[in-house]
């Protein structure tokens, strides 16, 4: 980690490179502002498909090195762990070096990780290289601060949603494809195909995305305030995994635990001390900045769960659910939903724009709440199931992800525009997994009463995922 840096006036050689971002009549519209999205739209498919393609792999990863299908659990979690931390670190950092020298960078380190990855000899350094891909993860915050930066206010939040809907993969066919390129040509072709995909978003950034830092951003990086927070990210990952897996209450967990509460209070007294901080913790206390990312933390614990987990076993279960082969399971109740985002996400941002952002996020995040009731009250249906799962596709996928994402930018402090939008990405992860881990233990009983309990819980932190969005402050400008 860099030595930390006087928090001072920029120097001469960078206040000369700012920019003065242009007011909104000037901003890009038609044809150049398509140009703009569709770069951006290149750089967080190479981040997503490192994502999703390399899933249907793992087996076969864990079986040309060698090893137990276990073994290859740190493939996707050391590639999420750097996602995690380099959101919010890369993302504040774009602030001071610019927003197309962030990018690049990004896309330069997942480069260098996926050539590791295509030639590693042994899964240790196929790992590393994984670590290296997983900071491509920021792509995703700086194409939403790009977009708000360039773009006219009328197309900004259907260009979101655009981005936001390759959240979820692309219409479930990302998976397919990395599993039959597996097959036939071996798991290494996957990362070939990031790999140029990488190249051409290089490529199409360095001449499309503009040069030059924002306007209004003093003094130079906060690097003790990014070096707290990597450290948090990284003890709260592992305790919810390792506390998952040996107990709440075993040694390994509450030293983590420790971990994290030190981390964290090390991380807000730093950023009350720092005159230009990674964020101020007067805004970690607003409305602006708590109510997103606490919304964001539940919402994705109480869907992803129901999604991704609980309905995945429900489905495949001979005993206590409906008996599915895995392929079968994932073309129902997967391809659906992440097919109706791929459409609905950009109507979502459109509508955003007109009637409001807040307003459309407490629809999507009450509509994923009414969806995810419909799967706890009828689990033994599996059309009722179905149905439920296919229209979170329009309000989890589209309103929910759009909204969020959005509202992450349009709230940032002035002074740090990156910086919730960074920290709310890593909130994605962190989300995920703790979902995961609560409902765990109630899915595995493998029976009709277990996962209704856990669907159940799922509705419990959904429920309070709705109350925590009523408190998030409307952007300017816009009246509720």
Request: proline content about 5%; aromatic content about 8%; glycine content about 10%.
């Amino acid at each position: 980690m860099n030595a930390p840096t006087p928090a001072t006036a920029a120097p001469p050689a960078q206040a000369a490179a700012a920019v003065v971002l242009p007011d909104d009549a000037a901003k890009l519209s038609g044809r150049r502002a398509a140009l703009l999205i569709s770069t951006l739209l290149l750089g967080v498919l190479s981040f997503q498909l490192n994502a999703s393609m390399v899933t249907p792999a793992l087996p076969q990863i864990a079986a040309d090195f060698g090893r137990g299908a276990e073994s290859t659990a740190p493939v996707q979690s050391m590639f999420f762990l750097a996602g995690a931390i380099a959101g919010p670190v890369i993302g504040r950092w774009s602030d001071f070096i610019g927003r197309r020298a962030a990018l690049l960078m990004v896309l330069g380190i997942m480069g260098a990780g996926t050539i590791l990855c295509i030639t590693a000899p042994t899964l240790e350094l196929l790992i590393a290289g994984r670590f290296l891909q997983g900071v491509s993860s920021a792509v995703f915050a700086l194409a939403y601060i790009v977009l708000s930066e360039n773009l006219q206010a009328k197309v900004f939040g259907t260009s979101v949603g655009i981005i936001a809907a390759i959240n979820g993969g692309i219409g479930g066919v990302d998976g397919w494809v990395g599993g039959l390129l597996a097959e036939t040509l071996g798991f290494r072709s996957i990362f070939v195909v990031v790999l140029a995909l990488t190249v051409i978003s290089a490529a199409c950034i360095l001449r499309i995305v503009p040069a030059g830092r924002p306007q209004g951003v003093r003094g130079a990086m906060d690097w003790w305030g990014a070096g707290s927070l990597s450290l948090f990210l990284v003890f709260i990952t592992y305790f919810v995994s390792d506390g998952s897996a040996a107990g709440w209450t075993s040694p390994t967990a509450l030293a983590l635990l420790a971990g994290t509460i030190a981390s964290f209070a090390a991380f807000w007294l730093i950023e009350k001390r720092r005159s230009h901080p990674l964020i101020a913790v007067h805004h970690l206390r607003s409305r602006q900045v708590w109510p997103v990312i606490t919304t964001t933390v539940l919402t994705l614990a109480g869907i992803f769960a129901i999604i991704n987990f609980t309905v995945v076993l429900l489905s495949q279960d001979h005993d206590g659910g409906f008996g599915l082969s895995a392929s079968v399971s994932a073309l129902l109740f997967l391809t659906p939903a992440a097919l109706i985002g791929v459409f609905a996400a950009p109507l979502a941002g459109w509508l955003a724009d007109r009637r409001g952002w807040i307003k459309t996020l407490r629809v999507g995040t009450g509509m994923s709440l009414a969806c995810a009731i419909a799967a706890a009250m009828f689990s033994t249906s599996q059309l009722a199931v179905l149905i439920a799962v296919a229209a979170l596709g329009i309000f989890y996928n589209g309103l929910f992800l759009t909204a969020i994402n959005g509202l992450s930018v349009l709230l940032s402090p002035k002074e740090a525009p990156a910086a919730l939008p960074g920290i709310n990405g890593a909130s994605f992860g962190i989300g995920a997994s703790l979902g995961v881990v609560l409902v765990a233990p109630f899915a595995a009983q493998a029976t009709a009463a277990g996962y209704a309990t856990a669907l159940w819980i799922s509705v419990g932190i959904t429920a309070a995922a709705f109350i925590v969005s009523l408190f998030v402050a409307a952007p300017k400008g816009e009246t509720l």
